[in-house]
């Protein structure tokens, strides 16, 4: 999954998959430990409730399709956070980001004026010239 691409939402607007496939059946363990993961992590991210209990309901006889949706929602959690799946430890690991890294601090909790600055410059941002503020 490390090389794959990301995907910009969980599941495919009126995606259908059926109990009924004809698609090859895949190891239903490895599904089962897949998708046991994405519902513990559905408790911090509501917006894959939808998508995991979606795929929730093929545990009994996973195919390849019902795989390709799972590993679908596993490609958008490596776009929209630090996420990664690990297949080789078939887990679902989070990486640490130290606050000192955390661009999040900007907009979440007040940042003293030290602090500020090191993470204006972290992103990108610059001071407008007073001359360029027609407000002021």
């Avoid at 990301?6 to 495919?12: A, R, S, T």
């Avoid at 430890?89 to 007040?110: C, N, S, W, Y």
């Avoid at 090191?118 to 610059?126: A, H």
Wanted: charged share 25%; proline share 7%; with cysteine.
């Amino acid at each position: 999954m490390a090389g794959s691409n990301p995907c910009h939402v969980p599941m495919e607007p009126c995606f259908k998959l059926s109990k009924c496939s004809t698609a090859p059946v895949t190891d239903a363990t490895e599904y089962r430990s897949i998708v046991g993961n994405l519902r513990s992590l559905v408790h911090t991210r509501p917006d894959l409730n939808f998508a995991v209990g979606f795929v929730s309901r093929f545990m009994e006889a996973p195919t390849e399709e019902h795989l390709a949706a799972v590993k679908r929602i596993l490609r958008y959690i490596t776009r929209s956070t630090r996420l990664r799946y690990c297949v080789e430890t078939k887990k679902i690991e989070l990486e640490f980001v130290p606050t000192e890294h955390q661009l999040a601090d900007m907009l979440t909790k007040p940042l003293g004026r030290v602090r500020l600055a090191e993470l204006r410059s972290s992103i990108g941002m610059v001071e407008v010239s007073p001359e360029l503020r027609p407000w002021e």
